[in-house]
């Protein structure tokens, strides 16, 4: 069984940062793929980030590139989202997940095993 717990979230203005982080429990982290999904109010819940188990790829959704950065600390069983250039349309709750098996970095819901609690991200305008 593996536990995912997200900080980081809070309100933020427009054009600000913020830094999420996942820490994971249970199994062997560095076996995991990882990544971060959002769901705003009355929307489905969408794909932002993912990182490879050994951090060598990553992949991301188009409207945050080169705002937003995935990385991870093995070591600490961690999983971070650096997000720089905060719009409100990035207003969510940000939710992190482990794929068990990964096959490079999947974008698919269905793909990802375990999933954290979330963490309220507010963006005001």
């Known amino acids: 069984q593996v536990q995912l717990v997200e900080s980081g979230g809070g309100l933020v203005q427009a054009g600000g940062s913020l830094r999420l982080s996942c820490a994971a429990s249970?199994?062997?982290?560095?076996?995991?793929?990882m990544a971060w999904f959002r769901q705003a109010p009355g929307k489905d819940r969408e794909f932002v980030a993912g990182?490879?188990?050994?951090?060598?790829?990553?992949f991301y959704k188009d409207s945050v590139k080169g705002r937003f950065t995935i990385s991870r600390e093995n070591a600490k069983n961690t999983v971070y989202l650096q997000m720089n250039g905060l719009k409100h349309e990035d207003t969510a709750v940000y939710y992190c997940?482990?794929?068990?098996?990964?096959?490079?970095?999947?974008?698919?819901?269905?793909?990802?095993?375990?999933w954290g609690q979330g963490t309220q991200v507010s963006v005001s305008s």
């Open positions: 990182i490879s188990r050994l951090g060598s790829s990553t």
């Open positions: 249970g199994g062997t982290f560095s076996n995991y793929a």
């Open positions: 997940a482990a794929d068990l098996r990964p096959a490079g970095v999947r974008q698919a819901l269905r793909d990802y095993d375990y």
